[in-house]
């Protein structure tokens, strides 16, 4: 008899079978557990830090050719890099501190400018055009995941709370995906609302 089936040999096919269910069973149980336990939270979108940034930053960053969306919207500035289709939203406080920042992929009328690199992702990695499955492997379970339309097209809708992280933290990132499941926008907001 060879070495590897002298262990087996000492018990019965039945015990073996039943001791390899009893540790798929074990295992098995243990992964959702480690799931909920892998949870990171998210500091920065496009380098800018909401709550922490300011925008004479976002104006250094990405420089002087924005706009603002409307009239009345002084609030929020706007750079729209026309090669990439890159379109970065800053929403700051009275204060000048930002408040949202919001990257997507998008044609838009705006006077364009050229981004620089890294401001279509998050500060752990996360990019416009990936797939939900690399946004829970970066950030563990959704607060919340479910249909909804973005500029009348059906999207998956994701979002992350990170609350638990402190106040003192971005506290939550949406993230909308089409329905190739690739990432075309997300926002990390300094406020739950």
């Given at each position: 008899?060879?070495?590897?089936?002298?262990?087996?040999?000492?018990?019965?096919?039945?015990?073996w079978?039943?001791?390899?269910?009893?540790?798929v069973?074990?295992?098995?149980?243990?992964?959702?557990?480690?799931?909920?336990?892998h949870?990171?939270?998210?500091?920065?979108?496009?380098?800018?830090?909401?709550?922490?940034?300011?925008?004479?930053?976002?104006?250094?960053?990405?420089?002087?050719?924005?706009?603002?969306?409307?009239?009345?919207?002084?609030?929020?500035y706007?750079?729209?890099?026309?090669r990439?289709?890159l379109?970065?939203?800053?929403?700051?406080?009275?204060?000048?501190?930002v408040?949202?920042?919001?990257?997507?992929?998008?044609?838009?009328?705006?006077?364009?400018?050229?981004?620089?690199?890294?401001?279509?992702?998050?500060?752990l990695?996360?990019?416009?055009?990936?797939?939900?499955?690399?946004?829970?492997?970066?950030?563990?379970?959704?607060?919340?995941?479910?249909?909804s339309?973005?500029?009348?097209?059906?999207?998956?809708y994701?979002?992350?709370?990170?609350?638990?992280?402190?106040a003192?933290?971005?506290?939550?990132?949406?993230?909308?995906?089409?329905?190739?499941?690739?990432?075309?926008?997300?926002?990390?907001?300094?406020?739950?609302?």
């Open positions: 008899m060879t070495t590897w089936l002298r262990p087996l040999s000492k018990f019965s096919l039945g015990r079978v039943a001791g390899w269910l009893a540790a069973g074990v295992l098995g149980f243990c992964v959702p557990v480690r799931a909920q336990a949870r990171h939270f998210e500091l920065t979108l496009a380098g800018l830090r909401p709550g922490v940034s300011r925008l004479s930053g976002a104006l250094r960053r990405f420089g002087p050719r924005w706009s603002h969306p409307s009239g009345d919207e002084h609030d929020i706007q750079w729209y890099d026309a990439r289709r379109a970065i939203s800053v929403e700051v406080s009275r204060e000048g501190i408040r949202y920042v919001t990257v997507w992929r998008h044609r838009l009328a705006l006077a364009s400018t050229v981004l620089p690199p890294g401001s279509a992702r998050t500060g990695g996360l990019r416009l055009g990936q797939s939900p499955a690399r946004a829970r492997a970066l950030y563990g379970p959704p607060f919340f995941s479910g249909p339309v973005l500029d009348r097209r059906q999207v998956l994701v979002s992350f709370k990170f609350s638990w992280a402190g003192d933290k971005p506290q939550v990132l949406e993230c909308s995906f089409n329905a190739a499941h690739r990432l075309i926008k997300m926002t990390l907001s300094a406020d739950y609302y």
